[in-house]
């Protein structure tokens, strides 16, 4: 399907500005869908400029009055699951059922927003005979959120209701290979009665970036997307005194014991490389077999062979980005691995200029290969074997990432003896994406995470707001001592 140009969205208007575009393509098929401005310094003014004249009256709102708002969202993103699911799959490249699952989430984090008015409460203490202290969260201003390509609907939505509730205005610079949702959202959440101003898209690439890093008017600055990236941008935020949250890439590890339930652990591992066509932070990446588990492997070969490009998984992003991800599969090979599954070259017929790459299996890998290190970002799952479940620890704590990790057994003592001990923000036992849902919140450690806290559930709050401490007295006749 062609798309009109798509335009910025600031002050609720939907304007397209002068300037440079870049091509929006539809992964799966190759077409082309739409052209995306590439916007300069003069579009980030402006919407930063919208969202400062708004803001104060929204924070002005209580919080019951201000997620009113968010109920209303919440079913307008049901309402349009389906319409917002095809547009996420075209953009994307991910399939249907995959993009539900993104939208659906969506909705659970609004969810989340609408209860924040329970959750928050603030505290009162009388802390000495007639005085009271309490506290406040007020919101920190006027944020902005970067976001990557791979969940266009749901990482921006990780962000937009707790933010917006909480009293921010927000600008959202979508990844400009997939920057057609968050224009619907927007859309949305107009519909659903948000003051114009509130939220802001500015489309562009690593100048308005730049620009947010720097703006003096923008406070707080949340970013998903690739560890080389979060570093700049939690720096150079940083380095202008903003609050910043940055979530970077991943390197997930599996540790799979030989008493692992063959079945159940053979279907999650496989739905966890292949899902998304492995483009998630969340995504097994290296299995670390421990001792003979060949059973599984060969049952993992079988539940992988199932999962067909074009019919259940979609394509990956780019050209370059599917040739990245056969030059690892191809130098892993070049370097002694054995390739239980190829998918490379794979061809959907009727898309013969998609990108695709199907499940792929690489089995004895060893830990200096850069498939054993890097984030490969596709459906590639490597396997190293090990001997001890210590060796299995020691490879996943060497990894600088820290996103997830999951252990694979039937012994409690066992699990709990790798969860303890593994160097990751998101930990599964018998699961391969062990994404926490609401309330529990998300976000990994070391070089998966920049900044303190968690981007999504009570967490978030701490990023969204500042606290206010108030210390009151109304009784004059009390007398003043040191603590008074
Ligand atoms: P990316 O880092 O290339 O892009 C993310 C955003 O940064 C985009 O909006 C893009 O326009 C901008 N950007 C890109 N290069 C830039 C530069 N040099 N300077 C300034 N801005 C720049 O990431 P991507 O390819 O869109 O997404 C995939 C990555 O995101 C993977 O590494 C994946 O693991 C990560 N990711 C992480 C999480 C998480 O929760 N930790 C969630 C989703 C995706």
Known sequence: MKYPEITNFIAGDESLPKGRTLEVVNPSTG?????VPLSGAEELERAVAAAKQAQPAWQALTLKERVQVFFRYKNLLEQHREELSKLVSEENGKTFSEAAAEVDKSAEVTEFACSLPQLI????????????????????????????FNFP?????????????????????PSEQTPLSANRLAQLLQEAGLPDGIFNIVHGAREIVEGICDHPGIDAVSFVGSTKVAKIVYSRSAARHKRVLALGGAKN??????????????????????????????????????????????RLCDEARKIIPGKNMGSIISEQSRDRIMNYITEAEAQGAKILLDG??????????????GP?????????????????????LSILRVKTVDEALRIENASPYGNAAAVFTQSGGMAKYVIERVSAGMTGVN?????????????????????????????SLEFWTKLKKTTVKWNPEAKTNWMS
């Open 31 to 35: 077409q082309l869908l739409t052209r």
């Open 121 to 148: 409460a603030g505290e009162t203490e009388e802390v000495s005979r007639g005085v009271e202290c309490y506290s406040q969260r007020v919101p920190v201003g006027v944020v902005a959120c970067i976001t990557p």
């Open 153 to 173: 609907n749901m990482v921006p939505n990780w962000t937009i209701p707790n933010a917006l509730a909480l009293g921010n205005a927000m600008i959202l610079k």
């Open 253 to 298: 590890h599996l540790i799979v014991l030989p008493d692992a339930h063959v079945d159940m652990t053979a279907s999650n591992v496989a739905a966890s490389f292949t899902g998304c066509a492995g483009q998630r932070c969340m995504a097994a990446s290296v299995m670390l077999a421990v001792g003979d588990v060949d059973v599984i492997i060969d």
């Open 344 to 357: 490379r070259g794979a061809k959907v017929p009727g898309c013969e200029n998609g990108f695709y790459v």
């Open 360 to 380: 792929t299996i690489v089995d004895r890998i060893s830990p200096d290969m850069n498939i054993a290190c890097e984030e490969v970002f596709g459906p590639v």
């Open 431 to 459: 699961i391969g994406v062990p994404v926490p849902r609401e309330p529990f919140s998300f976000g990994g450690w070391n070089d998966s995470r920049f900044g303190v806290g968690d981007i999504t559930g009570k967490s």
